[in-house]
């Protein structure tokens, strides 16, 4: 049975994100895994005597400390938890949730190699557009990752990023033709840009390079 | 005085005049038989256009008023115009106040028709036009500008943050600044190990970054509403190319409207507004800048596009002509329906409701004025309407603030229409009097007669009157004596035997209760007696009264004797009037007289039992008395009058003449006759005035001595000017063809006493002196036998105190 994990933080769109992997799940007949990130350059800025954020799209400044933040995110979890719940229930879908603390890209890189693909949002910190990433390991099915990018891309805007790990530089272009074939078909192929990060850094530096002929 | 013969009593029908054999020979006769003045009234009413001249038809139920009206406002109806179809469409611009249209006759049907088709190509066109890639090209231009437009002003912060060693974060509700170390964010304890100089600078740096992200953060609304603005236009660019052809089709089509034309151009200005309407879309694909979680007019955003026919004139041949049997507050204005949905009520232009008075509007609406006036603010609101020429659709719990929820307000409708009430004669009186407005609102009085005249060719007329009532039942036919019965049947009920009832409605129940007994009998031809047998059952059915009144008169339990004679008692007559069904009784009366102060009493009176009218009549014998006799003495009598054994209310005056006589019997101390009853009023000179009923009485006296049986001498005094009025049944009058019972006539009061004692009444000379030996010779000697006694009295001073008592009083 074919595992997805979406990732579920509170940022814009998650919930539709969450009922689109949600339905793609149910007609895939996989199994779902929610996963919330603690992320860590958050804690630590909470920790930093002049924590301090500023409030989309108030701009109003509101401080932070590390009690609040560790509550709010408690909370948030809480929540994302229930949203899954209530959603398997519904799909009589198979479920799973778990909180992790760490980087985000390191926390979403670490979770493809334990599972089949993952689903995420955007990765930019300065996008407020709802985006999607999708995560997987070389020699995933082509159909699948075609399939999972075709239900979830309505939802999205802009450019889709398919994150493929453990490729290697012979076998990926053959892969990538055969996703790229797949999605042309439902007029996807232009919005998705394939990145094969060695890791996290490197993930890092690819997402923040601009984005060419997707839209 | 005259005693009556046979044929006084009943005025026949003569069989000769008709020359038919069955009324089926007959044509039919005009409706409004007998009703020339009502015919004329309804003629001038409908035919007066200025306000006001709304008709009050008031009349007796069953004289065909409804019949009438209906009739004439049809024929004028039919040569008149069709009035305009009105539909209501909603108000783009007030969505609480729907608009009303006003379309020619049978367009109305045809426009919303049109509606429906354009509603249809739209949402055919209007996606059609969203996916062409032209749009698509353009929707993502301006999407990805916006968003560029964001993330480079965001991109500019994080590089400026990144340049000088700070990372940017998103954290749940917005964005944070904090010192990095390598990729990630520095650790807050390696930051407080930093200088103090160092930390101030990271602080200071931060900080300016803040505010250079408040500014970008307080630009992005403005991009977006910008952004908004372009999608908006450009869906209505997107949208005018599918829709103008299209409705300017429906404009050129109803171009002579401007009402029309100009609601199509609101209509377009709608649709370019709310093309996501008619988009077959995905949530997820719902465009930017469209709302589509919002409508004004109800469950489905397109029912604003629908047209409400209200009225519409399709089938209608002219001016219509509208009877609303429940004249109720809505069904009279309209009303607006609710739908429950999710437990609330909710409601749209499109479940409004017309009323009578839409219905009616350009013709002519038929009302019971009763049904008006009884149900809660019918009568205010159809008089608001007529006022004001306009119908105002509010409901009753706006009106009275019974409701404060958001309701509608529809446009109000012009009103040209002309109101004939349908009422009784008191409602006619009782609202001029007690209603300021309705005499400026219903001018025109249309009065239906009761009855008609009876002359030569009014028999003939009545029988073409059954013809066309049995023809309209599928009645048999009447043979003429038949028709003869049916017209002396006429004439008494009408009381009159100068009369014809135009009761309608009896006249057509007679018909077909006389149809029934024809067909019992197997008959083709209904006959007299299938006529009279129907007269007998109705009486049957309705006499159980009666019949229980003459039995206890016959045991013994009432008294009332009809042979022997008595000073100072005499049978009086009464009319018992019990629902439709009216029977005569004899009453009797007794008269007691002593020495007294001159005052008459009614015991009746006294009693509260009597009526007004009854009252007046015993002090009118107070005037008789003393007007008549011993003029030169005070009136020094006591006179008790009473109706025997009457435990309800006594009134009218038609036995005061029987009470005179009972008195005039018990001050001569003659005796009376008790086989005689009689009837009539009187006036203080002794005239014996007409009264009603006066067949009933008759044949109420006449069915007593006939069960006692008829002695010979049993007869009934009426007054003279009744003679006119005498229908009576057969039996009475054979009765009195062969000398069992008498029917008299008398003028004044003098006549009757005279037949009552058998002694002359007794007429006064030139001096005032009555001769000796007559009635009014032995009554006014008693009168003054009561007033010598009074005077020797009076001369014999006060009477002085029992002298026992002047002795108590002086211990």
């Keep these: 049975m074919l595992r997805i994990v979406v990732m579920q933080q509170a940022w814009p769109a998650g919930d539709k994100l969450l009922r689109a992997a949600a339905g793609a799940a149910t007609r895939m007949n996989s199994e779902l895994t929610g996963l919330f990130i603690e992320d860590s350059d958050l804690l630590k800025l909470a920790g930093m005597p002049f924590a301090c954020e500023v409030c989309f799209p108030s701009a109003t400044r509101r401080e932070l400390n590390t009690q609040q933040l560790e509550r709010t995110l408690r909370s948030l979890a809480e929540e994302a938890r229930r949203s899954l719940e209530a959603l398997a229930r519904h799909s009589a879908l198979r479920s799973s949730f778990r909180v992790a603390r760490g980087s985000l890209l390191a926390e979403l890189l670490a979770s493809v190699s334990e599972t089949d693909v993952v689903v995420a949002g955007t990765l930019s910190r300065v996008s407020s557009a709802p985006g999607l990433s999708v995560f997987c390991v070389a020699g995933t099915a082509p159909a699948v990752i075609a399939e999972l990018i075709d239900d979830l891309a309505p939802w999205a805007y802009g450019s889709i990023a398919l994150v493929v790990l453990g490729a290697d530089a012979d076998t990926l272009p053959a892969w990538e033709v055969e996703v790229r074939k797949r999605l042309a078909r439902k007029g996807l192929a232009r919005r998705v840009r394939v990145l094969a990060p060695g890791d996290e850094r490197e993930l890092y530096a690819l997402l923040r390079r601009p984005v060419e002929g997707a839209g | ?811």
């Design chain 2, 1 to 811: 005085m005259t005693n009556l013969s046979p044929d006084k009593l009943c005025r026949r029908c003569d069989t000769a005049q008709f020359s038919f054999t069955t009324t089926a020979e007959l044509v039919d006769a005009e409706y409004a038989l007998g009703q020339e003045r009502a015919v004329e009234a309804i003629r001038f009413g409908i035919g007066m256009s200025p306000r006001g001249y709304n008709l009050f038809a008031m009349g007796p139920e069953g004289v065909g008023r409804h019949q009438i009206v209906s009739q004439l406002l049809a024929e004028r109806a039919a040569t008149e115009k069709i009035p305009d179809d009105w539909c209501y469409v909603f108000n783009f611009n007030q969505a609480h106040r729907p608009k009303a249209l006003r379309l020619p006759a049978g367009k109305g049907i045809e426009f919303r028709r049109d509606m429906e088709r354009l509603v249809e190509d739209l949402r055919a066109g209007i996606p059609a036009a969203f996916e062409s890639d032209a749009y698509r090209a353009q929707r993502r231009e301006i999407e990805s500008e916006l968003n560029e437009r964001q993330s480079q002003a965001m991109g500019g912060v994080e590089e400026s943050a990144s340049a000088q060693g700070i990372a940017l974060v998103r954290t749940p509700a917005g964005f944070g600044f904090a010192p990095r170390h390598e990729d990630s964010v520095m650790e807050p304890q390696e930051f407080l190990k930093l200088p103090e100089k160092e930390r101030k600078r990271l602080e200071a740096v931060i900080g300016e970054l803040q505010e250079e992200l408040g500014k970008v953060l307080h630009e992005m609304p403005k991009w977006r509403r910008e952004a908004y603005r372009k999608l908006k236009e450009l869906n209505r660019e997107i949208t005018r190319t599918a829709v103008s052809g299209l409705i300017e089709d429906i404009r050129l089509k109803y171009a002579a409207l401007p009402e029309v034309v100009a609601y199509m151009g609101a209509v377009q200005e709608d649709v370019l507004d709310h093309a996501e309407y008619f988009l077959q879309t995905k949530e997820t694909e719902a465009p930017v800048g469209m709302d589509m979680s919002h409508s004004e007019a109800g469950e489905s955003p397109l029912r604003r596009l629908a047209v409400n026919v209200l009225v519409e004139r399709t089938s209608e041949a002219g001016a219509p002509v509208v009877y609303e049997d429940n004249p109720t507050h809505d069904n009279l204005i309209g009303r607006i329906e609710h739908l429950a949905q999710m437990g609330a009520l909710k409601t749209d232009f499109t479940l409004i409701q017309a009323g009578a008075l839409h219905r009616a509007n350009g013709g002519y609406l038929i009302l019971d004025a009763h049904r008006v006036l009884t149900q809660p603010f019918a009568w205010e609101a159809l008089k608001r309407s007529l006022r004001s020429r306009q119908i105002n659709m509010e409901s009753l719990g706006q009106a009275l603030s019974l409701i404060s929820t958001v309701s509608l307000q529809p446009e109000c409708v012009p009103l040209d229409v002309k109101v004939v009430l349908i009422g009784q004669r008191q409602h006619y009186y009782l609202l001029h009097q007690y209603d300021p407005e309705f005499a400026s609102l219903f001018k025109v009085l249309v009065d239906f007669e009761d009855d008609m005249d009876r002359h030569p060719g009014s028999d003939l007329q009545f029988a073409g009157t059954m013809a066309a009532i049995t023809r309209r039942e599928s009645l048999r036919p009447l043979d003429r004596e038949a028709v003869a019965r049916v017209v002396e049947r006429a004439s008494r009920l009408a009381a009159d035997s100068g009369k014809l009832t135009v009761q309608m409605m009896g006249l057509a129940d007679l018909l077909r209760e006389s149809d029934h007994w024809a067909a019992q009998s197997k008959e083709q031809i209904i006959t007299a007696p299938h006529v009279q047998r129907a007269i007998n059952a109705m009486e049957e059915r309705s006499g159980r009264v009666r019949s229980r009144l003459r039995e206890n008169v016959l045991r013994g339990t009432l008294l009332v004797d009809t042979s022997g004679e008595r000073a100072g008692q005499i049978n009086g007559l009464a009319v018992m009037q019990l629902g439709g069904f009216a029977f005569g009784m004899a009453n009797r009366i007794t008269a007691r007289v002593r020495l007294g102060s001159g005052r008459v009493v009614d015991i009746e009176r006294e009693t509260d039992l009597g009526g007004p009218l009854h009252s007046k009549g015993v002090l009118i014998l107070s005037g008789f008395l003393a007007g008549r006799y011993a003029q030169g003495v005070p009136l020094s009598l006591a006179a008790s009058l009473v109706f025997e054994q009457s435990y309800g209310g006594v009134d009218g005056d038609s036995a005061s003449s029987a009470e005179l006589y009972a008195l005039l019997s018990a001050l001569a101390d003659l005796p009376l006759p008790q086989s005689l009853a009689v009837t009539g009023s009187v006036n203080q000179h002794g005239d014996v005035q007409a009264i009603g009923g006066v067949n009933e009485k008759i044949e109420g006296f006449f069915d007593l001595c006939k069960a006692r049986g008829l002695s010979g001498k049993q007869g009934v005094l009426i007054p003279a000017s009744n003679v006119k009025h005498l229908m009576l049944k057969d039996e009475v009058v054979e009765a009195v063809a062969a000398g069992q019972f008498a029917v008299h006539a008398v003028s004044t009061i003098d006549e009757g006493i005279a037949l009552l004692t058998g002694i002359p009444a007794g007429a006064a000379d030139n001096s005032g002196q009555f001769p000796e030996g007559t009635v009014n010779y032995r009554v006014e000697q008693r009168l003054l036998k009561f007033a010598e006694q009074i005077r020797n009295r009076q001369s014999n001073g006060p009477r002085r105190r029992p002298v026992r008592a002047r002795k108590r009083g002086n211990q």
